[in-house]
């Protein structure tokens, strides 16, 4: 029974997953709003990294990694490399963040997501030679700051679900 | 005995699984890899990429799509009588321009007879609609409904009724992806309308401009001036429309492109002789 416990919630994680990405990949007049979409994929890659860790993860991660590549750059590596990095370093930290507080758990959040942004940057210049926008880079903190309490709610009220 | 089963089951699928994570993070190294080196596999991918991926994002978003065109619409509505003198005046100023572009276009004929000219070295190979294009976080790309079936290949070069857009990078049975001027991985050789003075663009970390990654000569273009395509690298054909002079620091030009690259709805693939 367990397993059906952590079902309800994952498999609509993976669902606001999907409909993020389909918002993000395409333009709109109100730019930021695929930024906001860019951000709450992120969220979810990460929330579910520590909340629902399971080996399967590896694959949604992966396969995320791969189809945001493909349409945000048209080549292969930052988000990919980014997420399975990020799926192991979550995957070791799952003991210590059991100790966590939920405030602690959301500065924990917030850092790690801060630093896979910085990462996808950081790879995407490495590898392509786009250059790092601290423009942008400083607009996602300022938008995450703005967006990460009702995101959090929204995934307080999901979680409740199951 | 199926105690056993179940056993044997439990033990095959946990070999299974720490197979698998190793095989994900080759395949991921894998794939960078043969990225780089512009391996056959990966391009195959990126075009399914643009067959599979596009028209299912389109599904996912259509309604949002939809909420903010009504939303655009009801904006627009507001300033229908404003919009409406505009374009009142705008008809008169290009009905006065139809007629010295008449007149130009017959001279030109004329002019090519004469000479017996054949400059004409582009051909116009499909108009598309842009049926995506990509948000301004990463690449800036378009997808178009055009693909081989309209003998639409790599590299062809893509303008609009305002100038230069892009060119092909990746081409399906039915959709071609574009790479837009204003990304930072194009490369576009340009030189100034009124003077043989050269230069290099290639796109800003905003979107917005073109910003010159490499100048031939010393001269500094004033403020205003016109850059066309210089038709070097043989990739655009000459004389293509790319935009115009906004300001000019000591280390760069910056160029405001003529075509509305977050607007962008038909296009035209040349194909260059």
Sequence with gaps: MPFQWHLKPIIIYIFLLIISFGITINAYSFLILNLIFYLLIHFIIIYIGIYYYKKFLFFIFFLSGILLDLSLLNEIGPHLLTFMILIIFLSRVQKMLIRFNSLKMIFFIIIVLFLVLFLEKIITYLLFNYTFDIEGYLKSIFLSFLIIFPVFFFFQKIDNMG | ?273
């Excluded at chain 2, 994002?57 to 505009?86: G, T, Y």
């Design chain 2, 1 to 273: 005995m199926s105690e056993r089963k179940k056993i044997l089951f439990s033990v095959k699928a946990k070999k299974i699984s720490n197979l698998f994570l190793p095989f994900l993070f080759i395949l991921t190294f894998l794939l960078i890899f043969f990225n780089k080196t512009d391996y056959y596999l990966v391009y195959k991918l990126k075009s399914a990429g643009i067959d599979v991926i596009s028209p299912i994002s389109k599904v996912i978003s259509s309604p949002v799509s939809i909420a903010i065109n009504a939303i655009n619409n009801i904006n627009d509505l507001r300033f229908i009588k404003k919009e409406n003198l505009k374009l009142k005046q705008e008809i008169i100023r290009l009905k006065k321009w139809q007629i010295l572009a008449i007149k130009n276009s017959r001279e030109n004929v004329a002019y090519k007879k004469l000479l017996n000219s054949t400059s004409d070295d582009t051909d116009i190979i499909k108009t598309a609609l842009v049926t995506s294009q990509s948000p301004n976080i990463y690449a800036k790309t378009a997808i178009i409904n055009a693909g081989y079936k309209d003998k639409i290949k790599d590299t062809m070069p893509v303008i609009n009724e305002r100038g230069l857009v892009g060119k092909v990078i990746s081409v399906t049975q039915n959709n071609s992806k574009l790479l837009l001027i204003n990304d930072q991985s194009s490369s576009i050789p340009v030189k100034l309308m009124n003077k043989d003075f050269y230069a290099i663009v290639s796109g800003s970390t905003n979107g917005k401009h073109l910003i010159s990654s490499f100048v031939k000569d010393y001269y500094k273009p004033n403020v205003g001036d016109i850059f066309v395509t210089s038709g070097n690298g043989n990739i655009y054909p000459q004389d293509i429309l790319v935009g115009k002079i906004v300001a000019v620091t000591d280390e760069n030009i910056i160029i405001l492109p003529f075509a509305d690259l977050n607007n962008l709805e038909f296009l035209q693939v040349l194909n260059i002789r």
